[in-house]
């Protein structure tokens, strides 16, 4: 299901490969420019649109010194995600929309905060629920309240979290798992 119709000109990425590129023609299927300027002939379901932000020249050499830190061992924490409970996750959708009444009146450095105070005390609450699964839904955007909320959760030693299914949750999406034994 996708939530923008692709034109001419549009940014996109195939959904099971990994091609990208320009859209430069349009019919029963679509014609894409990739990177290094060759046509490639898809399907329309099996492109998606890509955000126009992420097509800007950003200074990313932060953001790879970051993935070489979270790619790092880490001792006593397992790579492998837990096998799904039966019970459904706990959502907590992180949209400034969705937690305050008039999100226009804030500056950006207060949406953030507002994000990150909720995220913080739902995580809180859950953990002494002893709710299994949470998932956070923080958006694509700019990966400001990503990386933030990921280091808000490194901060705790009793859960691990992943990438949620993008089938499932969209995106921009984390799922955090408590651990059953924590010491080990």
């Known amino acids: 299901m996708r939530s923008k119709k692709i034109k001419i000109g549009d940014y996109v990425s195939a959904l099971n490969e990994n091609v990208s590129g320009i859209v ?11 990177e290094d300027g060759f046509p490639v002939l898809f399907k329309a379901e099996e492109l998606v649109v890509e ?39 706990m959502i ?23 994000q990150l105070d909720s995220a913080k005390n739902q995580l809180e609450w859950a953990l002494n629920k002893r ?25 705790y030693d009793e859960i691990r979290y992943y990438p949620a299914n993008p089938a499932e949750f969209g995106a921009g999406a984390l799922e955090v798992y408590r651990l059953q034994n924590p010491k080990l």
Not at 24 to 34: F, H, M, S, Y
Not at 51 to 74: R, V
Not at 94 to 111: A, D, F, G, S, T
Not at 133 to 140: E, N
């Open 92 to 114: 907590v959708d992180l949209h400034i929309e969705k937690l305050v009444k008039n999100p226009e009146r804030l500056q950006p450095w207060q949406i953030l905060d507002v």
């Open 24 to 34: 430069t023609q349009l019919g029963p299927e679509i014609t894409i420019e990739t």
């Open 51 to 89: 955000p126009k932000k992420w097509l800007e020249a950003q200074d990313l050499s932060g953001l790879h010194q970051k993935k070489a830190l979270d790619k790092a061992p880490h001792p006593n924490k397992k790579s492998k995600p837990r096998q799904k409970s039966g019970t459904p996750p």
């Open 131 to 155: 709710k299994e699964r949470i998932v956070f839904i923080h958006g694509i955007g700019e990966g400001v309240l990503k990386a933030e909320l990921e280091t808000l959760l490194r901060r």
